[in-house]
C-alpha cells in the first residue's frame, strides 16, 4: 500500500507533517515518563531546574524556558511540590518574588530518567545519519527562532 500523494502548498504540507512528528515523537516521551509518575510538562520543569542550580529560578523563569507552555504554572508547581520534587521560597528582601529550586528527591528522579530517555531519543533518530540529524536541528532552530510577524 502506498502513502497518499500529498497535496497543496510546501508549507502547509511541512506544517502538517511537524505536527505528525511532534504529537508521535512526544507521546512516546509521555509513555516514558509517565511509567515514572510524570507528565511531560513535570519532567520540563525539573529539567529546567536542574539546569538553574544552585541558585534556583523564579516562576517567570521557568515559563520562559518551557518547551510547551503551561497556562497554570502555579498549580503545576504546586503539585511538584507537594511530590517533594521541587521548593518555593520567598526572597526576603522581595516578598513578591519566589525562587523555585530542584529538590534532591527530584534530582534522583531526573538521574534515574536520564538514561531512559536518551535510550529513547535514540531509538527514535536512528533511520537518521548524524549529518541528517545535524542538518535537521539547524533547520528546526531556524524556524523556531524566525522573526515573528
Known sequence: MTAPAKTGPLEDQLFVSLLKAADSLSQEAERLLKSAGLTGAQYNVLRILRGAEPDGILCRGIAERMISRDPDM???????????????HRQKDDRRVIKTRITAEGLKLLRKLDQPVH??????????????????????DEVANRESP
Open 74 to 88: 502555579t498549580r503545576l508547581l504546586d503539585r511538584m511540590e507537594k511530590h517533594g520534587w521541587i521548593t518555593r
Open 119 to 140: 535510550d529513547l531519543h535514540q531509538r527514535q533518530f536512528r533511520h537518521l545519519a548524524a549529518p541528517r540529524l545535524k542538518q535537521l536541528v539547524e533547520l528546526l
